[in-house]
T-cell receptor, first 114, second 110 residues
Framework: ETGVTQSPTHLIKTRGQQVTLRCSSQ?????VSWYQQALGQGPQFIFQ???????GRGNFPPRFSGLQFPNYSSELNVNALELDDSALYLC?????????????FGQGTRLTVV | EDQVTQSPEALRLQEGESSSLNCSYT??????LFWYRQDPGKGPEFLFT???AGEEKEKERLKATLTKKESFLHITAPKPEDSATYLC???????????FGTGTKLQVIP
């Protein structure tokens, strides 16, 4: 049990709609990262938030956006959903500047776009 | 751009048959190499972090090693419950961007 929780666990949306996924970081962690994992692939880095600011971004379009709140919980928002957005979305939390670099993952949100 | 290549893509072992999984990487400024275990439909479960060439870590039947170009995950006398996909990932850069390989799907048959 990592202490990282994500909601909802499953979600079905229609193409063109918008979706918000939520993540509660492990207690004491100050950094959250979001990943997209397509079936049979490794997770792909979307972006990272540190102290409520975006601190790095992968090759994802601007319709993928996020927020980190003062309590270190986080949201991933995806606008104008496309069929290819169907994937497992993973949140990972870590404690930057602690001397360790491990990131701990939640169980993910399975998003299906129809 | 950081690259991580894992082999084999899939591995089928008899219970008790030891083997190794390979992770080759190309990265500028390695800050850490990770091994994760992932069960179907679940998030990755952290196993190990390796920081420098020559480092080794062990946990139960698993042992991870690191060289300047690759890492190995050795599985000794595996059991059916070790069946999962094993992911290798590298951390580089000034923030916590982790680049994953596509994983090795391990099946251990009783």
């Amino acid at each position: 049990e990592t202490g990282v929780t994500q909601s909802p666990t499953h979600l079905i949306k229609t193409r063109g709609q918008q979706v918000t996924l939520r993540c509660s970081s492990q207690s004491g962690h100050n950094t959250v990262s979001w990943y997209q994992q397509a079936l049979g692939q490794g997770p792909q880095f979307i972006f990272q938030y540190y102290r409520e600011e975006e601190n790095g971004r992968g090759n994802f379009p601007p319709r993928f956006s996020g927020l980190q709140f003062p309590n270190y919980s986080s949201e991933l928002n995806v606008n104008a959903l496309e069929l290819d957005d169907s994937a497992l979305y993973l949140c990972a939390s870590s404690l930057v500047n602690s001397g360790t670099v491990e990131a701990f993952f939640g169980q993910g949100t399975r998003l299906t776009v129809v | 751009e950081d690259q991580v290549t894992q082999s084999p893509e899939a591995l089928r072992l008899q219970e008790g048959e030891s083997s190794s999984l390979n992770c080759s990487y190309t990265v500028s400024g390695l800050r850490g190499l990770f091994w994760y275990r992932q069960d179907p439909g679940k998030g990755p479960e952290f196993l190990f972090t390796l920081y420098s060439a020559g480092e080794e870590k062990e946990k139960e039947r698993l042992k991870a090693t690191l060289t300047k170009k690759e890492s190995f995950l050795h599985i000794t006398a595996p059991k059916p419950e070790d069946s999962a996909t094993y992911l290798c990932a590298v951390l580089s850069g000034g923030y916590q961007k982790v680049t994953f390989g596509t994983g090795t799907k391990l099946q251990v048959i009783p």
